[in-house]
């Protein structure tokens, strides 16, 4: 099992601008840091979540992790397109967090934006235990039930 690692906000600030993102909320006071990276003229975005901060807002070892989640913009507004895996605060981080952050820069180079021949919505690559697959942003019921996907590899 890895150790957790104590990462200071100076080193995931330093470790974020080294790849290009800006924090959005620095002066906040907040639970967590969100760094952004916007490109082919606003189109993506990919945002890093992290509870990486002196105020006491990282969560208890266990629960406390960094994310990164890759949106699409459609009609002037971002959509969720692909979350990656969590990047445990570990010896490891800065490789893990970059595997991430590459992953998702990757992702959202594909070209691929596509419309759900269901309802309309927009499709979003989700991950699923058959593997990766587009999925309508309307599923699941609650957001009007539709069940549409379509191949990654289509």
Known sequence: MATYTHINP?????????????CINEDQASQ??????????GEYLLKVFSSVTDGGGARNV?????????????????????KGSRVHRVGGWRDNLQSRINEGLARGCDG???????????????????????????????????????????
């Open 32 to 41: 967590e840091f969100i760094y952004n990276l916007e490109w082919h003229d």
């Open 112 to 154: 691929e934006d596509w419309e759900c021949e269901n309802c309309g919505g927009h499709m979003i690559l989700r991950d699923g235990s058959r593997g990766l697959f587009y999925g309508c942003e309307n599923f699941p019921e609650n957001r009007g039930g539709c069940r549409f996907t379509r191949s990654y590899n289509d």
């Open 10 to 22: 100076e080193e995931m600030h330093e470790f974020m601008n080294n790849n290009g993102f800006i």
């Open 62 to 82: 266990g629960q406390d992790a960094i994310r990164v989640v890759l949106f699409v913009r459609h009609d002037g507004k971002y959509y969720p397109r692909w």
